[in-house]
């Protein structure tokens, strides 16, 4: 098995143990289909995120990118009425979960990412 079949298996292994909704997990875990992620594992790339402005991880996600900036005013000005922003993973999934899951269903971590970034040289 070649390290690039390795890490295929590893991400599909990695995949299955996450229900939905995914991005939801992703974010809370730290293990998000981000860019990073996938390039690490050598599925994409570039670790880009699609605004380019970043390597795409979570706290990138949460906290700076401009894709995301419409979401996380929701999400901020939801928190900012009990907590201060940016808060904890804990705070977020005890009292904000409904406006923080809002927030991780936009966040563009899915297949099409794969898709249009993948490794295709590693395959042959
Ligand atoms: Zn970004």
Redesign the pocket.
Known sequence: MGRVTQNRTEYKRLNMKINLPQNFTATVTGHGKTNSYLHHFKIIKAPT??????D?NID??LL?????NKERKTLKQSIQKTNDWPTNNRELKRKHIKEFMKFTNKIPLDETNVKQNSCELLES
Request: one cysteine or more.
């Open positions: 995120c699609p605004c380019g402005n970043n795409q990138i996600l700076d990118c401009q894709l995301l």
